[in-house]
């Protein structure tokens, strides 16, 4: 039994779809919580992986052991709040040394409110969900009767078919400037080489950091907005987001994505890269326990390369949906699902992978950097 584990105060309890129980301790916050249960391999970027807005509805199970140790800093959000329902370690570091940390991972969930807990046998439930596949979850602080917890868990409706993006997305369109949303509708940032719409389902800060480095005018759009108000603002370029849920529960998106296509270069990444298959008239399918982590193995089709790469996503393409002129770009080298698709015809390619890391490695950079070729391209 973990020292951590001893300091607790508070009993905690997770109860599966598929009946286990594991009882531990929570160490931020109380209450319950229901999501789909998924396992993040990460070692490192757990500050990164809370405020990642495609974790919505989920609770995330880190399979490293201790996390907590370098606190929270300023710098590392990838959004302005917390979207995950529960985080699950097997021991939380209570003192943070590091030279950037300003608060505790524990006061960050009370703060945002959201439960951890620790103390629980996360590689034994890692184990189980890899077997059995991501399934529905409760964690509770305050209810420990299990059958009542049977019956909140019955109830809950999981990932299939809901419209999650809607809960995530900008309310209003903004800039993005010196790294940091500007709320302002009109106009675009001044002396950048091109001018990039973003379709906001749920995107993460470093896709907007990445493509303001490269000299690129940012504005983010809610997911609801019109291929006709994005084109009114005469953009160089579009890129789809990554976002939580089913990218099948997303027609109107989907729409307006294949209303864009031609007009406009067109960059997806991870739920982006769903939707633009869906608007080219593929289909998409749930994966057993989906892909959580940042050593996931990729090889670029045309080069041979093999890139490690951050992924969070639940859902895959199906490649043999897909219509002629859609050529798999790259490929997920544990199970062979799709990792990237290109669309001559239109200009418009993507990737289920997150090139932006944040956390994760930098291989993947250069994807951002074919945008802007391809927006170049256009412009001639």
């Not at 302002?184 to 001044?190: A, T």
């Not at 219509?323 to 990237?340: F, I, K, M, R």
Request: charged residues 25%.
């Amino acid at each position: 039994m973990s020292m951590s584990f001893l300091r607790s105060e508070r009993k905690a309890v997770l109860l599966l779809a598929d009946g286990s129980v594991w009882w531990g301790q929570a160490f931020a916050g109380s209450g319950e919580a229901r999501g789909e249960v998924v396992f993040n391999t990460a070692l490192t970027g757990y500050q990164e992986v809370l405020t990642d807005p495609s974790y919505k509805e989920q609770i995330v199970v880190m399979t490293y052991p201790m996390m907590g140790n370098y606190g929270i800093n300023n710098e590392d959000m990838e959004s302005a709040g917390i979207y995950l329902e529960g985080f699950i370690v097997k021991e939380y570091s209570r003192r943070p040394s590091n030279w950037r940390s300003r608060r505790t991972l524990k006061n960050f969930l009370e703060g945002h409110g959201k439960i951890g807990i620790e103390g629980l046998d996360t590689r034994a439930i890692t184990k189980r969900v890899r077997i059995t596949g991501a399934m529905n979850g409760i964690i509770s602080t305050e209810d420990f009767d299990l059958n009542s917890l049977r019956e909140k868990l019955s109830d809950y409706p999981g990932l299939v078919g809901r419209d999650l993006v809607r809960d995530v997305t900008c309310r209003g369109t903004y800039l993005w400037v010196n790294g940091a949303p500007r709320k302002e509708k009109e106009g675009w940032p001044e002396g950048k080489k091109y001018k990039i719409a973003v379709l906001d389902c749920g995107v993460k800060y470093n896709i907007l950091r990445m493509l303001e480095e490269r000299g690129c005018g940012v504005k983010v759009f809610p997911a609801f907005t019109s291929a006709e108000e994005i084109l009114s603002q005469r953009p160089d370029g579009v890129l789809l987001s990554n976002g939580p849920g089913d990218p099948a529960a997303l027609p109107y998106i989907v729409e307006t994505t294949r209303q864009l296509l031609g007009k406009v270069p067109i960059f997806g990444i991870c739920l982006g890269h769903q939707i633009l298959a869906q608007a080219m008239g593929g289909r998409t399918e749930k994966l057993k326990f989906g892909h959580h982590g940042i050593n996931q193995p990729v090889k670029d089709k045309k080069t041979g390369r093999v890139e490690i790469t951050s992924q969070n996503h639940g859902f895959v393409v199906r490649l043999e949906t897909l219509p002629g002129g859609a050529a798999p770009s790259h490929e997920n080298l544990n199970d062979c699902t799709s990792e990237g698709l290109i669309y001559v015809d239109t200009r418009a390619f993507s990737v289920q992978y997150h090139p932006e890391a944040a956390p994760g490695p930098h291989d993947a950079a250069y994807l951002f950097d074919r945008f802007i070729t391809f927006i170049k391209e256009g412009m001639q």
